[in-house]
């Protein structure tokens, strides 16, 4: 379907800057033909920057999350007399600063994910913190070792890519899925797999980085009992 489309940061992962078109404005919510701001989802929040308009002003995006219709995406502004109407052109400029500690810090959480072989319960990715929780059963995990295990991976700089798979094919491979809370989204037919080579292959339409040496050095700086089975591991990065 064509509204999948205004994801632009899927095939220009890097890319800062980028012209579109407003298709539709809703008060202080806008979309764009094609966007790179990523809309809150899978425990990551939605993107922020700013729009440079034709006429040279400047309007800051706040938040950017999902639509009702599959692949279509809302730019909440700041300002509610924007003055944009469909048919507009503007640059966007996102936060990169932001963004990028949020790719690595998510990307983190997958090297988490792949040192603990549960079932993940929850997550959430955060600009100086972020979290994994874990049905742990009688498993042990320890602080120490768990921070040693992914800067090990960090530091072996692996390719980090993503590939998308159909419905059915998911479907055949139902424990591709780690995630017991979240279902990968269905309906639009194909499903956006992220691949850390020979370290983690799931289902995940978040952002990431290229390379796990991208991420840098973190820390597991706490590790929370949370019921009797579950534990809620927090990382950080060292920067
Ligand atoms: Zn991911």
């Excluded at 890097?14 to 202080?28: H, M, N, P, S």
């Excluded at 998510?106 to 979290?131: F, W």
């Excluded at 989204?185 to 978040?206: E, F, H, K, S, T």
């Excluded at 290229?210 to 700086?221: D, L, R």
């Amino acid at each position: 379907m064509s509204t999948a489309l205004q994801a632009a940061f899927y095939a220009t992962p890097t890319a800062q800057t980028l012209g579109a078109e407003v298709i539709r404005v809703d008060g202080d919510r806008v979309m764009l033909d094609q966007t790179l701001f990523y809309p809150a989802g899978g425990g990551q929040p939605g993107d922020q920057g700013h729009w440079i308009t034709s006429n040279g002003s400047s309007l800051r995006v706040v938040d950017t999350v999902k639509a009702e219709a599959p692949g279509e995406i809302w730019h909440q502004l700041e300002a509610h007399d924007h003055g944009l109407r469909v048919g507009d052109s503007i640059t966007q400029h996102l936060d990169w600063a932001r963004r990028h500690r949020l790719m690595r810090m998510h990307t983190a959480l997958h090297l988490l994910c792949s040192l603990v072989p549960r079932g993940v319960t929850g997550g959430s990715v955060g600009v100086d913190k972020s979290r994994l929780d874990f049905d742990l059963g009688d498993a042990t995990v320890d602080k120490v070792q768990l921070t040693e295990a992914i800067n090990r991976l960090v530091e072996q700089g692996i390719e980090v890519t993503s590939e998308w798979i159909t419905d059915a094919e998911l479907d055949a491979n139902p424990d591709l899925v780690r995630t017991m809370s979240v279902q990968p989204p269905r309906g639009a037919g194909r499903i956006r797999m992220l691949r850390i080579a020979g370290v983690d292959y799931q289902p995940c339409g978040g952002t990431h980085v290229g390379n796990t040496s991208e991420i840098g050095e973190v820390t597991i700086s706490k590790i929370e009992n949370k019921g009797r089975r579950n534990r809620r591991i927090h990382l950080q990065l060292n920067d």
